[in-house]
């Protein structure tokens, strides 16, 4: 049951890296929808985000905003300020910029909804910049999660490392989407950052709620894929497995929603491969439209080559639809036997025999089990549960019994 914040629930102040710029806009929709799911649960809860655009993009919408803009997301206030970030190439100066707009942005909220007890950055470039700041200059603790895949992905330059490592290292507890994630970042920044927890994504309760559905058995079948068009989604590898694995089976279709500079070469990929006529090109959806998506085909693929942790895959179990995943960082702490398949990055063969064998025993698979199994772990009562904890205990308010606090060791859970 969701019950508003009370005047002595804990107050946490959110500080996301990225964040939706719109209704329906998908970036970032994972901070606002655990920032939601505190609000109704009991925290009083604020976010802060310096909307900075590059120079490339500030003609486009919104692009010309300046100032403050206030809003209540259900209740939840928002304070952003638009603007153009001028350094992109200059990533000091271009984290010294958005600390700078975000500290404005934290004396404008805490002027008028109090200060809070604890604040909560997601990414450490830069909502992880701001918010050690805040520390140092306020005194205001913070906990860090990171959800970046550009540190394994080898996208950081040296001084973005230098800044990210220093958020890391005075966050009072650091977090990571997934046991694999979690395991590479000890190695990446060191002992010297302390160690990193898993804490995943909350899946958006919306998707839980939905009606389940029964699964095809025979007959027509159709696999969903959800995610950016880019070489890293591993979409080209995917049709090469559709077309492989279901050459001489006209009924099985594939539908792709996402959008990204590689569709022009799936397109033609698609007719190369004579499977045009079975591939529909969604473009971008909204949570809504990916929830009705999944309540109209039997099964998720998800093909990445490198994935922090997988949205679109327990937005499909909570759906309590099946899951073809590659192992490929995130997926490995999310899929089960129960909840579908996994196969190796870049594999097309295990990924059409994969394919091939779900559709078979699609039967097989219990969809009232896989949503109640995914929710269990991702729902928001579980994920809420521990970030309360996680709060009160950052902030000073209370530590929790040794036997309380959930800790996972992420050298023996990725087998380092």
């Not at 004579?274 to 039997?298: K, N, S, Y």
């Not at 190796?344 to 990924?351: K, W």
Request: charged fraction near 25%.
């Amino acid at each position: 049951m969701r019950t508003p914040a009370t005047r002595d629930d804990i107050h946490v102040l959110v500080i996301p890296s990225w964040y939706p710029a719109r209704p329906g806009d998908i970036s970032g929709s994972f901070f606002r929808e655990q920032a939601l799911a505190l609000h109704w649960h009991g925290c009083k809860v604020g976010v802060i985000y310096p909307q900075l655009r590059s120079l490339r993009h500030w003609r486009g919408p919104a692009g010309g905003e300046r100032g403050l803009r206030r809003e209540f997301d259900q209740g939840m206030p928002v304070l952003r300020s638009p603007g153009v970030n001028p350094f992109p190439l200059l990533h000091g100066a271009a984290a010294a910029w958005w600390v700078r707009h975000g500290l404005k942005l934290y004396r404008r909220y805490v002027a008028e909804f109090g200060r809070p007890d604890v604040v909560h950055a997601h990414a450490a470039l830069y909502g992880g910049a701001l918010a050690r700041q805040i520390w140092l200059r306020e005194g205001v603790p913070y906990v860090l999660t990171e959800h970046s895949s550009m540190y394994p992905r080898g996208r950081v330059s040296r001084t973005q490392a230098r800044i990210a490592r220093e958020a890391a290292r005075e966050a009072r507890r650091r977090f990571a989407v997934s046991a694999s994630f979690g395991g590479f970042l000890e190695g990446y920044f060191g002992a010297d950052a302390g160690s990193w927890e898993v804490m995943p994504n909350i899946v958006d309760a919306s998707f839980g709620e939905r009606p389940l559905g029964e699964p095809a058995v025979g007959g027509d079948f159709t696999f969903l894929t959800v995610g950016g068009l880019n070489e890293n989604k591993g979409i080209h590898l995917l049709f090469e497995a559709f077309a492989r694995g279901f050459a001489s089976e006209p009924g099985v279709r594939l539908r792709i929603g996402g959008h990204g500079p590689e569709r022009a070469r799936l397109e033609k990929l698609a007719a190369q491969l004579g499977i045009a006529d079975r591939v529909a090109f969604l473009g971008a959806l909204t949570r809504q439209q990916v929830a009705e998506e999944l309540a109209r085909v039997q099964a998720l693929v998800h093909p990445s080559r490198y994935e922090t942790f997988g949205v679109a895959i327990v937005e499909a179990l909570a759906m309590g639809r099946p899951v073809v995943a590659t192992r490929c960082g995130g997926p490995e702490g999310i899929v089960t036997a129960r909840d579908g398949l996994l196969v190796p990055v870049d594999d097309i063969d295990a990924l059409a025999r994969a394919m091939h064998e779900l559709r078979a025993n699609i039967g097989h698979y219990d969809a009232a089990a896989i949503r109640q199994a995914c929710l269990a772990r991702f729902g928001e009562a579980a994920v809420v549960a521990r970030l309360r904890e996680t709060y009160e205990a950052a902030a000073g308010r209370k530590l929790p019994a040794a036997h309380d606090r959930v800790v996972v060791p992420l050298r023996k859970a990725v087998g380092q």
